[in-house]
Nanobody, 125 residues
Framework: VQLQASGGGLVQAGGSLRLSCAAS????????MGWFRQAPGKEREFVAA????????YYTDSVKGRFTISRDNAKNTVYLQMNSLKPEDTAVYYC???????????????????WGQGTQVTVSS
């Protein structure tokens, strides 16, 4: 199983980035996909997730209205469109996957089975 995250970079506050996570080795449509982030000196935190059905999405409060998670099952890829970026969004962003995830478990990183390598997002003020 491999999750390959990409799309990070350096952007000014107010700018946008689109992260991608390409999955292989899994039946992608059966997996809830999540994005987490970890800033220096902080714990990894939930950012967003999209259920295996693709019909439900979940966000942490700090990114609601700015970030959008989506998936393309034909391409085995999940995306995180990040708009109106703030310096506090600076972190390493990780994608993660869990098969047949129940809703209540979506926000906890311990419940995910597979993880990508992370992509750095840096937002300058």
């Amino acid at each position: 199983v491999q999750l390959q995250a990409s799309g990070g970079g350096l952007v000014q506050a107010g700018g946008s980035l689109r992260l991608s996570c390409a999955a292989s080795g899994i039946t992608f449509r059966e997996y809830t996909m999540g994005w987490f982030r970890q800033a220096p000196g902080k714990e990894r935190e939930f950012v967003a997730a999209i259920r295996y059905s693709g019909g439900s999405t979940y966000y942490t409060d700090s990114v609601k209205g700015r970030f959008t998670i989506s998936r393309d099952n034909a391409k085995n890829t999940v995306y995180l469109q990040m708009n109106s970026l703030k310096p506090e969004d600076t972190a390493v962003y990780y994608c993660a996957a869990k098969r047949w995830m129940i809703v209540s478990a979506t926000y906890d990183s311990d419940n995910y089975d597979y993880w990508g390598q992370g992509t750095q997002v840096t937002v300058s003020s």
